[in-house]
């Protein structure tokens, strides 16, 4: 049986002094939980559970651990014409190294490459979509 700690909503971590999972305890205003990661169906948390990856798609779901990852982002906001209220629908990456400003919305894929810079891989349109 493996441990983890999470907050209500958030991914999995392994390590209770992580950021991402700090946030979200601030987020949700509740403590952290110990569960039995063999018996849940959460993502485990890509800053301290899933350090091998290389490669992350943006999600409602990921995009708070993606963006204490990447460090020199941002959320990206826009206006929903049927509510007038601002949502979040992406990650703008700010310019890093050899990388320029780029944005990342629901759906896109975001790469760390070897020379320490993320890239956006937008996601595919499907054929006939506009």
Same mark, same amino acid.
Request: net charge negative.
């Given at each position: 049986?493996?441990t983890?700690? *999470?907050?209500a909503?958030?991914?999995h %971590?392994q !390590?209770?002094?992580?950021?991402? /999972? !700090?946030?979200? #305890?601030l987020?949700a205003?509740?403590?952290?939980f110990q *569960?039995d +990661?063999?018996?849940?169906?959460r993502t485990p948390?890509?800053l301290?559970?899933?350090?091998? #990856?290389t490669?992350?798609?943006v +999600?409602p779901q990921?995009?708070?651990e993606l963006w204490e990852l990447?460090?020199?982002?941002?959320y %990206? +906001?826009? *206006?929903d014409p049927g509510t007038?209220?601002?949502?979040v629908?992406?990650?703008?990456?700010?310019? %890093?190294?050899s990388a320029? #400003?780029?944005?990342a919305l629901?759906g896109?894929?975001?790469? /760390? %490459?070897? !020379?320490? +810079?993320? #890239?956006?891989?937008?996601?595919a *349109?499907?054929t006939g979509a506009?």
């Open positions: 049986m493996t983890a700690f *999470v907050v909503g958030s991914s %971590h !390590d209770a002094d992580c950021q991402a /999972l !700090d946030n979200a #305890r987020s205003g509740a403590a952290a *569960v +990661t063999d018996s849940t169906d948390c890509i301290c559970t899933d350090t091998v #990856r490669e992350w798609e +999600t990921t995009i708070a990447i460090g020199l982002s941002k %990206h +906001t826009v *206006v007038d209220r601002v949502t629908d992406g990650l703008t990456i700010l310019e %890093h190294g320029a #400003r780029s944005l629901f896109d894929t975001v790469r /760390l %490459h070897p !020379d320490g +810079t993320y #890239r956006v891989h937008p996601a *349109v499907p506009a």
